[in-house]
């Protein structure tokens, strides 16, 4: 069952929070591409990094309209899923996540993803395990596009979010990611599934000069998030 509005009715953090293990599922040529959520950026309207603090416009719609409203844009030449959640003008970047396979989203299925998202320039198959490792990557993957989602609902027979699956042990809290000096860089917006660190965008626990409590924290054993 995909998520209720009440979910996205919430903190920009929390929300970001646990949707770590959320479960996305896309309905493609009668298949439905799935993955789990593993990293997600929290971003608020009154902070610079937000493309809300620049204002509205018809582009950015749909961080003005309700919960749970579909964003995307264009990041680096591909598509980009965001969900607007509590506050005008605050959302949720869907930055990474690992294949779910189930009765509805078979192992078949990661093979299709595969073909989607091949390694740019070689068309080699990519591994999936980083199927999803990013942005782009993961709407690429789940042949997630901003012509058809952008500032539109969520929809069971089509594209949603589901609660199937167990949360993450532990979390990752870090700064987030590509966010230029002088842009409120140093919030720790970022969160990633401990567990599945290796294929996140890029995994803190491996910076050399990353230190617990300064550059990053462990969040363990969060509480199950409702429904």
């Not at 789990?36 to 990094?49: L, P, S, V």
């Not at 844009?73 to 607007?84: E, K, T, W």
């Not at 594209?159 to 409120?184: K, M, N, V």
Request: net charge positive; charged share 25%.
């Amino acid at each position: 069952m995909m998520l209720a509005h009440a979910f996205f009715n919430r903190d920009p953090c929390i929300v970001a929070r646990d949707l770590l293990g959320k479960v996305l599922r896309h309905r493609y040529r009668g298949h439905w591409l799935a993955c789990r959520i593993i990293e997600t950026e929290a971003y608020y309207r009154e902070e610079k990094a937000s493309h809300s603090s620049l204002g509205y416009t018809d582009k950015r719609r749909a961080m003005f309209m309700p919960p749970g409203t579909i964003y995307m844009y264009y990041a680096r030449g591909g598509d980009s899923l965001n969900i607007s959640v509590k506050g005008e003008g605050n959302a949720v970047l869907i930055k990474a996540g690992i294949p779910w396979v189930d009765d509805r989203s078979p192992a078949s299925n990661i093979m299709l993803m595969q073909k989607l998202n091949p390694v740019k320039g070689s068309g080699r198959i990519r591994k999936p395990e980083k199927l999803c490792a990013g942005q782009t990557l993961l709407c690429r993957a789940l042949h997630l596009k901003v012509a058809s989602w952008d500032a539109r609902a969520f929809d069971a027979e089509h594209f949603y979010i589901e609660d199937c699956g167990p949360p993450p042990a532990s979390i990752i809290q870090t700064t987030r990611l590509g966010i230029p000096a002088g842009r409120d860089e140093h919030l720790m917006n970022r969160f990633i599934d401990a567990e599945h660190a290796d294929s996140a965008t890029k995994n803190p626990l491996r910076k050399r000069s990353g230190l617990e409590g300064v550059d990053y924290r462990i969040i363990r054993r969060p509480r199950r998030a409702a429904k």
